[in-house]
């Protein structure tokens, strides 16, 4: 394993705002491993759009400086004095906790998992947290069954194309949105029954025809604000809203006499209350790899951005540029 540098690349912020607080620096301090940590050269970096929350200050960061980013892939290059679970210096892994725009993360070992051998770096960290997320929305959040109706905003989205592509393995019927033609085409290309173009069509109307007068079985609605009416509107009686997502602002208060009239259920989920425990981490993980590996499974990597570029980055997911996942390169 090569000799730890004293200092490293990385993006912090001092305060909340625009792209303009994102600040790439060169000397940052590599951190030290404490006890239960592990230390990881980071190969890849995962962007999600909480990352512009904290960003943004939707979601205020519990201090400043701040370094943003959840998910990375990495190699292990030194360990904490105790408590680091069977991991060794040279394991290849991926990991979700705070801090990933950095050369180095110490990062605590539970909330680290071994990468297989058979699974690049690079399609580890775009995974992680997107994958886990459509997996535990569609086993937990509203368990889908075969033959159901589902609406997914966003389909061709990071989050979008892997709950499209579990979707139509377990069965369903998928109705998607997303705003632009070229979008549409992939998520159509990834498995949705049916795509409306959410700049142009009238969702509801469109969603009520296509279920004969029904609506959906289940919403899984990551637009926040801007959906989270025309979804409540789609859904069948007796059926789920799953509002698990801000990417348009966040969803305002809601009456709860709103669900009343059809019997709906109301939930919003976030991944880390579905794999707290190391338990839940390594079963939900193994279920991932095993997807990846059985192929079959498009793992989309929209743009690998140099860690430099981050800015760049935040605009193009910001700015509905982007489909798929974005990764930072780290030494870059
Ligand atoms: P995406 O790659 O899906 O990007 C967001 C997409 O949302 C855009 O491409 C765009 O697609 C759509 N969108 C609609 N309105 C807006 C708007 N006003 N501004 C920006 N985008 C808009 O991002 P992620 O996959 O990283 O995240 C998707 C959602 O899932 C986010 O809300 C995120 O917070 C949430 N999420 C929640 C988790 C949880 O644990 N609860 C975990 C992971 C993600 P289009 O142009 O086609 O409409």
Redesign the pocket.
């Known amino acids: 394993m090569a000799s730890v540098p004293a200092t490293m690349k990385g993006v912090i912020i001092e305060k909340n705002g625009g792209t303009e607080v994102l600040q790439y620096k060169t000397d940052l301090p590599v951190p030290k491993p404490q006890d239960g940590q592990i230390l990881v050269k980071n190969d890849f970096l995962g962007i999600?759009?909480?990352d512009t929350?904290f960003r943004s200050g939707l979601y205020p960061p519990p201090s400043f400086p701040y370094t943003l980013g959840r998910e990375a892939s990495g190699t292990i290059a030194s360990l904490g004095s105790s408590n680091t679970l069977d991991f060794a210096e040279g394991d290849k892994v991926v990991w979700m906790d705070v801090g990933a725009y950095a050369e180095y993360s110490a990062v605590p070992a539970a909330k680290a998992i071994k990468l297989p051998s058979s699974i690049d770096p690079k399609i580890g960290a775009a995974a992680l947290?997107?994958g886990l997320?459509a997996l535990t929305l569609v086993r937990e959040a509203y368990p889908v069954k075969k033959g159901d109706w589902i609406l997914v905003?966003?389909a061709?989205?990071?989050?979008?194309l892997w709950l499209v592509q579990l979707l139509k393995s377990i069965g369903a019927n998928t109705i998607g949105?997303?705003?632009?033609p070229e979008?549409i085409e992939l998520a159509k290309k990834a498995g949705a029954t049916h795509m409306l173009n959410?700049s142009s069509e009238d969702i509801k109307a469109k969603v009520l025809e296509l279920t004969s007068g029904q609506g959906v079985a289940a919403v899984f609605d990551?637009?926040?604000k801007?959906t989270f009416d025309v979804s409540l509107d789609s859904i069948a009686r007796k059926g789920s809203m799953i509002s698990?997502?801000?990417?348009?602002?966040a969803v305002p208060p809601v009456t709860i006499a709103r669900l009343s009239p059809k019997n709906l259920r109301l939930m919003r989920?976030?991944?880390?209350g579905f794999v707290s425990t190391r338990e839940e981490l390594e079963y939900y993980a193994k279920d991932l790899f095993g997807f990846i590996e059985k192929g079959g499974l498009d793992v989309r990597v929209h743009e690998v951005y140099p860690l430099s570029e981050v800015a760049r980055a935040h605009n193009d997911?910001?700015g509905?540029k982007?489909t798929g996942k974005l990764l930072l390169d780290p030494s870059k």
Do not use: C, D, M, W
């Open positions: 999600n759009f909480i929350y947290l997107q997320t905003h966003a061709a989205g990071g989050t979008g949105t997303a705003s632009t979008k959410s990551g637009v926040g801007a698990f997502g801000n990417a348009s602002g989920p976030q991944l880390f997911l910001e509905r982007t």
